[in-house]
């Protein structure tokens, strides 16, 4: 099967349904492959932020908001 013939299978999913398949995709990428995937600079941003997480000092955001937002460039 190619990954269009996947896709396209995918995309008629529910939204739920995608998220898990998303989900189960992620983590069957080992982790030393994803890790890999960071540059330093991303792999710093990401301990900062996962740091100010654990601490209750990020601001976060609703997928709606996030979003809307990406769309306005922003």
Same mark, same amino acid.
């Given at each position: 099967?190619?990954? =269009? #013939?996947? !896709?396209?299978? *995918?995309?008629?999913?529910?939204? /739920?349904? $995608?998220?898990?398949?998303? &989900? ?10 994803? =890790? #890999?995937? !960071?540059?330093? *600079?991303?792999?710093?941003?990401? /301990?900062? $932020?996962?740091?100010?997480? &654990? ?20």
């Amino acid at each position: 099967m190619t990954l =269009e #013939a996947v !896709l396209k299978n *995918a995309m008629s999913l529910t939204a /739920q349904e $995608r998220a898990l398949l998303a &989900d189960e995709l992620w983590r069957s990428v080992p982790r030393d492959e994803a =890790e #890999a995937a !960071l540059t330093d *600079a991303q792999r710093a941003d990401l /301990q900062r $932020r996962l740091e100010e997480d &654990d601490a209750g000092e990020s601001d976060p955001q609703d997928w709606e908001q996030a979003r809307a937002d990406l769309r306005r460039g922003q």
